[in-house]
């Protein structure tokens, strides 16, 4: 079986576009209404001759039990389903406290979690990037989903980690 990849983070942070680009189809849908489970939210990627499924987790957005508790939901089945964790995060809006309740989930896996800093579009954001080292999950990874920017340095390290 190939390794698994789980996408996590809050809702409209860009982890559907981010998969997209993983994928380097558009087969994600982006600006899912919250709430709302698709029924197929794994896909095949192939990068540098090595295959592995990445799981969107968009499905499990935020519902009547609230966004903490959805996200660290989503945490907790991403960390018992996959081989590693692209944990995403808005780069332009910062670590909020639902990053940081879905941080604590995250470091109690065994698996490798990799910080992903979305929204990076161009260099004016990479200062709020060098903030997110306080979420204590190491180098935030700089990437724009939407333009690609930094995504094939993602993918070598996606590969590492798996
Ligand atoms: P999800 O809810 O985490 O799956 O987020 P989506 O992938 O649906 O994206 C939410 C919104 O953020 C959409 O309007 C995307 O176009 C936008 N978005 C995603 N990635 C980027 C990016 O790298 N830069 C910018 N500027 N917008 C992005
Ligand atoms: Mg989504």
Do not use: C
Request: charged content about 25%; hydrophobic content about 45%; proline content about 5%.
């Amino acid at each position: 079986p190939q390794p698994v990849l789980a996408v996590v983070g809050r809702p409209n942070v860009g982890k559907s576009t981010l998969v997209n680009r993983i994928i380097g189809r558009r087969e994600a849908v982006v600006q899912d209404v919250p709430g709302v489970t698709r029924d197929r939210v794994a896909y095949d990627a192939l990068w540098s001759g090595r295959k592995f499924t990445v799981v969107d987790t968009g499905g499990w957005e935020p519902d009547a039990t609230g966004m903490y508790a959805s996200v660290a939901a989503q945490a907790e089945l991403a960390m018992s389903t996959a081989d590693a964790i692209l944990f995403v995060v808005d780069a332009t809006v910062g670590a909020t406290a639902t990053d940081e309740a879905a941080v604590r989930v995250l470091r109690k896996s065994k698996r490798p979690v990799l910080l992903v800093a979305n929204k990076v579009d161009d260099e004016r954001v990479m200062g709020d990037v060098a903030a997110l080292w306080s979420l204590g999950l190491g180098e935030p990874i700089p990437v724009s989903g939407l333009h690609g920017r930094g995504s094939g340095d993602m993918l070598d390290k996606i590969l590492d980690a798996l």
